[in-house]
């Protein structure tokens, strides 16, 4: 349970710090644009990868260290809002930089995501699943509810530069407690004959296929 609870407490940390960039960033769209549809865009960009993604995801954690790929999200996330950062300093921030960088998050976000979720069951003893499940689900809860107080309370103090660059610290402390912590890999299962890549993309539908029983109404 230690080294889960070091890394929860490192990404506990960047999301909320993500969260807060995130709702700066939504009041300089509004102050910039007040075009409700501009919004939207941002939520849209930012969900569309997943779309992709998530189909190939599971693939990929089963095949790449997750360690790396939650560190991977990091720096992404990390280097999308250093990026932001910089445009908005040098006063050539556009809404497409925004469109690109929430896609950028979205789609690595969405593996960093699912190998955190997957290496929970190494992570903890069994009889702390529901404890650290609750734990998880209060890092977004947390996230959604006070970040924006924050953010909404330092905008006018320190503004998006000020905001981005606290964003940036607690990305700095998500990387220290990934790297302190370890993060054990499943055991791969040896087989006569491995599946290919379409095989473990098409299993789940090919296993709902051959129960019908699945899709009856």
Same mark, same amino acid.
């Given at each position: $349970?230690?080294?889960?609870?070091?890394?929860? @407490?490192?990404?506990?940390? !960047?999301?909320?710090?993500?969260?807060?960039?995130?709702?700066?960033?939504?009041?300089? %769209?509004?102050?910039?644009?007040?075009?409700?549809?501009? +919004?939207?865009?941002? !939520?849209?960009?930012?969900? @569309?990868?997943?779309?992709?993604?998530?189909?190939?995801?599971?693939?990929?954690?089963?095949?790449?260290?997750?360690?790396?790929?939650?560190?991977?999200?990091?720096?992404?996330? $990390?280097?999308?809002?250093?990026? &932001?950062? @910089?445009?908005?300093?040098?006063?050539?921030?556009?809404?497409?930089?925004?469109?690109?960088? %929430?896609?950028?998050?979205?789609?690595?976000?969405?593996?960093?995501?699912?190998?955190?979720?997957?290496?929970?069951? $190494? +992570? %903890?003893?069994?009889?702390?699943?529901?404890?650290?499940?609750? $734990? &998880?689900?209060?890092?977004?809860?947390?996230?959604?509810?006070?970040?924006?107080?924050?953010?909404?309370?330092?905008?006018?103090?320190?503004?998006?530069?000020?905001?981005?660059? %606290?964003?940036?610290?607690?990305?700095?402390?998500?990387?220290?407690? +990934?790297?302190?912590?370890?993060?054990?890999?499943?055991?791969?299962?040896?087989?006569?004959?491995?599946?290919?890549?379409?095989?473990?993309?098409?299993?789940?539908?090919?296993? &709902?296929? !051959?129960?019908?029983?699945?899709?009856?109404?």
């Amino acid at each position: $349970m230690r080294n889960f609870t070091i890394l929860w @407490l490192g990404q506990l940390v !960047s999301t909320l710090g993500s969260y807060m960039t995130v709702f700066a960033l939504m009041i300089w %769209v509004w102050q910039t644009t007040e075009s409700a549809t501009t +919004l939207a865009l941002v !939520s849209f960009f930012s969900q @569309l990868p997943r779309i992709f993604i998530t189909p190939i995801a599971g693939i990929i954690i089963d095949r790449v260290n997750r360690k790396r790929l939650i560190l991977l999200g990091d720096v992404m996330a $990390m280097l999308s809002t250093l990026a &932001i950062g @910089l445009f908005y300093i040098s006063g050539s921030l556009q809404i497409w930089h925004l469109y690109i960088a %929430v896609a950028l998050y979205g789609s690595f976000g969405q593996l960093q995501t699912l190998a955190y979720s997957t290496s929970i069951a $190494m +992570l %903890v003893p069994k009889e702390q699943y529901t404890r650290a499940e609750s $734990m &998880i689900s209060a890092v977004g809860y947390s996230g959604a509810i006070f970040s924006p107080i924050l953010a909404g309370s330092l905008y006018p103090i320190i503004g998006i530069t000020g905001i981005i660059i %606290v964003d940036l610290l607690t990305f700095i402390a998500a990387f220290i407690t +990934l790297l302190i912590t370890q993060i054990p890999q499943p055991a791969i299962a040896e087989v006569t004959e491995p599946e290919t890549t379409w095989q473990s993309l098409t299993f789940g539908f090919r296993y &709902i296929a !051959s129960k019908p029983a699945l899709v009856a109404w």
